[in-house]
């Protein structure tokens, strides 16, 4: 989206649209949003890091806030206990970024909010008395995959007391399947927010058109010809440290498998070129293009990836099997991998027990797995019947036109 004259912006309602800023997935999620809405809106966007350079990188308005996120380690990891010693000064800067998006509401004076996984947002239209869409694939936040009984009654608490803010919210929006094939529904569940407020629009990817199609025996347009070589795209994603601490293994992996399959692996280094190269036998993206991201995962027999919810939206559009890799106590993530494996289509795989050598043999046993390929071709198929982007502007414009939403 590219700004217009400054009358025309004047003269249209005004769209308040908080982006999460951590990582890229989120703003990515919401590009096609953005675009679909600025026919009828000036859309002008709030976020951080690399979120917010990515938006301006593709022409959006976006103003700066305080960033709020989770503590990394040195390996990639989530950082749960020092997380938790900088609570305070988590909570300071969710307070700031309530004040900052206070401000900006105050002085653009938006006719809706749409909250993309932002509470500061939501809490900030409340205090404004605007209107507000949350769009969110995660209601609580879910700690570390530990056994620790301690550590889900805390991650219950927590869910139960955020469930009250998020209420303030006039309508819930999740870019997801509906039950009972939905990819987050580990990190939905809980007491408060009632389920008749949930609206399943349906992932916000754009479909997939390249003509690739899964045939329903588990074979791909890719196979047809004989001796051709089978594809692995690696899809590599997330906050840098978590990118960092994955790469080694990946790129030993795909040094190894070279010499048998077509390989291609994406470092999804925001900073760096989107020309491809070839490195001893595979072709390497240091920043892969969403547009191309699309096309080689349509292109290839089998995708290595994050488990984040956007990435798999992506994997299951174009009906391809994974094996995914969450990001180390990251729950959400694992949370994700794990439902995708329950649904029959990929595979979950823990970093840290992983070796190079395992994550290759793990990739030639699966890429021949004709019962992932099925599942993988139903999940598409359920998807397609579902057009996120086109129900969630239904949703805004219901809202912004009557300040509610018809379920009929």
Same mark, same amino acid.
């Given at each position: 989206?590219?700004?217009?004259?400054?009358? @025309?912006?004047?003269?249209?309602?005004?769209?308040?649209? %908080?982006?999460?800023?951590?990582?890229?997935?989120?703003?990515?999620?919401?590009?096609?949003?953005?675009?679909?809405?600025?026919?009828?809106?000036?859309?002008?966007?709030?976020?951080?890091?690399?979120?917010?350079?990515? !938006?301006?990188?593709?022409?959006?308005?976006?103003?700066?806030?305080?960033?709020?996120?989770?503590?990394?380690?040195?390996?990639?990891?989530?950082?749960?206990?020092?997380?938790?010693?900088?609570?305070?000064?988590?909570?300071? +800067?969710?307070?700031? $970024?309530?004040?900052?998006?206070?401000?900006?509401?105050?002085?653009?004076?938006?006719?809706?909010?749409?909250?993309?996984?932002?509470?500061?947002?939501?809490?900030?239209?409340?205090?404004?008395?605007?209107?507000?869409?949350?769009?969110?694939?995660?209601?609580?936040?879910?700690?570390?995959?530990?056994? +620790?009984?301690?550590?889900?009654?805390?991650?219950?608490?927590?869910? @139960?007391?955020?469930? %009250?803010?998020?209420?303030?919210?006039?309508?819930?929006?999740?870019?997801?399947?509906?039950?009972?094939?939905?990819?987050?529904?580990?990190?939905?569940?809980?007491?408060?927010?009632?389920?008749?407020?949930?609206?399943?629009?349906?992932?916000?990817?754009?479909?997939?058109?390249?003509?690739?199609?899964?045939?329903?025996?588990?074979?791909?347009?890719?196979?047809?010809?004989?001796?051709?070589?089978?594809?692995?795209?690696?899809?590599?994603?997330?906050?840098?440290?978590?990118?960092?601490?994955?790469?080694?293994?990946? @790129?030993?992996?795909?040094?190894?498998?070279?010499?048998?399959?077509?390989?291609?692996?994406?470092?999804?280094?925001?900073?760096?070129?989107?020309?491809?190269?070839?490195?001893?036998?595979?072709?390497?993206?240091?920043?892969?293009?969403?547009?191309?991201?699309?096309?080689?995962?349509?292109?290839?027999?089998?995708?290595?990836?994050?488990?984040?919810?956007?990435?798999?939206?992506?994997?299951?559009?174009?009906?391809?099997?994974?094996?995914?890799?969450?990001?180390?106590?990251?729950?959400? $993530?694992?949370?994700?991998?794990?439902?995708?494996?329950?649904?029959?289509?990929?595979?979950?795989?823990? $970093?840290?027990?992983?070796?190079?050598? $395992? !994550?290759?043999?793990?990739?030639?046993?699966?890429?021949?797995?004709?019962?992932?390929?099925?599942?993988?071709?139903?999940?598409?198929?359920?998807?397609?019947?579902?057009?996120?982007?086109?129900?969630?502007?239904?949703?805004?414009?219901?809202?912004?036109?009557?300040?509610?939403?018809?379920?009929?």
């Amino acid at each position: 989206m590219k700004e217009k004259d400054s009358e @025309e912006n004047v003269s249209r309602p005004r769209l308040h649209l %908080a982006v999460y800023g951590s990582g890229l997935g989120h703003a990515a999620r919401m590009l096609p949003l953005i675009r679909e809405l600025s026919d009828r809106f000036f859309v002008y966007t709030t976020s951080w890091g690399e979120g917010m350079q990515f !938006l301006r990188r593709n022409g959006v308005t976006c103003v700066e806030v305080p960033p709020v996120d989770v503590q990394w380690g040195s390996e990639g990891r989530m950082a749960f206990k020092k997380t938790v010693r900088n609570l305070p000064k988590f909570y300071g +800067s969710f307070g700031l $970024q309530i004040l900052r998006e206070t401000e900006i509401m105050s002085s653009m004076q938006p006719s809706l909010v749409i909250s993309d996984s932002r509470l500061s947002a939501v809490i900030a239209a409340n205090l404004q008395s605007v209107r507000c869409v949350l769009v969110t694939n995660q209601i609580r936040v879910n700690l570390p995959p530990l056994k +620790s009984k301690m550590m889900r009654f805390l991650e219950r608490v927590n869910g @139960e007391s955020l469930a %009250a803010f998020w209420n303030a919210a006039d309508v819930t929006v999740v870019p997801d399947l509906p039950p009972p094939f939905t990819i987050s529904e580990d990190s939905l569940e809980t007491l408060r927010l009632p389920r008749n407020r949930y609206w399943y629009v349906g992932f916000f990817n754009g479909h997939f058109k390249d003509g690739t199609v899964v045939m329903t025996d588990g074979s791909t347009t890719s196979e047809k010809s004989s001796g051709v070589r089978k594809k692995v795209f690696f899809m590599i994603s997330g906050p840098s440290a978590s990118r960092l601490s994955l790469l080694p293994k990946v @790129e030993r992996a795909a040094k190894l498998l070279s010499t048998d399959y077509e390989v291609v692996v994406s470092k999804g280094n925001p900073a760096g070129g989107s020309e491809p190269e070839r490195v001893d036998g595979m072709t390497v993206f240091e920043w892969c293009p969403d547009e191309e991201v699309k096309k080689q995962i349509a292109a290839s027999d089998l995708i290595v990836s994050r488990a984040g919810h956007e990435t798999i939206s992506k994997v299951i559009l174009a009906g391809k099997p994974a094996l995914l890799i969450p990001i180390p106590f990251h729950g959400e $993530q694992w949370g994700n991998a794990k439902k995708c494996e329950r649904l029959g289509f990929a595979k979950a795989l823990d $970093q840290y027990s992983l070796t190079s050598e $395992q !994550l290759a043999n793990q990739i030639r046993l699966n890429i021949e797995d004709k019962s992932l390929f099925k599942k993988a071709f139903e999940m598409k198929q359920l998807a397609w019947s579902m057009d996120g982007l086109e129900n969630t502007v239904k949703v805004v414009t219901w809202l912004y036109n009557d300040g509610f939403v018809n379920s009929d």
